[in-house]
């Protein structure tokens, strides 16, 4: 499981529904929302290896955005397992 935070320029640039298509590439299940502060959270669910790729990919994410730092909630643990990835 993958609980961050993404920090930038990551609102208004299209981050949420990349972040799902990638997700989604990835055989991945959870979720992503708008922060009110102007951060972008994710929970993703799936294997290590498809977790560490979208990982990746969050600290880059799609071409309009400016990621500046991606934080990682260490610990974090849900009951809740998702059917699917989406946004919120």
Not at 7 to 30: I, Y
Not at 70 to 83: A, L, M, N, Q, S
Request: proline residues 2%; aromatic residues 10%.
């Amino acid at each position: 499981m993958l609980r961050a935070t993404v920090h930038g320029k990551v609102q208004g640039v299209g981050f949420r529904a990349a972040t799902v298509q990638q997700a989604r590439l990835n055989g991945l299940t959870g979720w992503v929302r708008n922060a009110p502060d102007g951060s972008v959270e994710v929970l993703a669910q799936g294997r290590t290896d498809a977790l560490d790729v979208f990982l990746s990919w969050l600290h880059r994410g799609p071409s309009r955005a400016h990621v500046e730092r991606v934080d990682i909630v260490d610990g974090y643990v849900t009951e809740r397992h998702f059917k699917h990835f989406e946004w919120r």
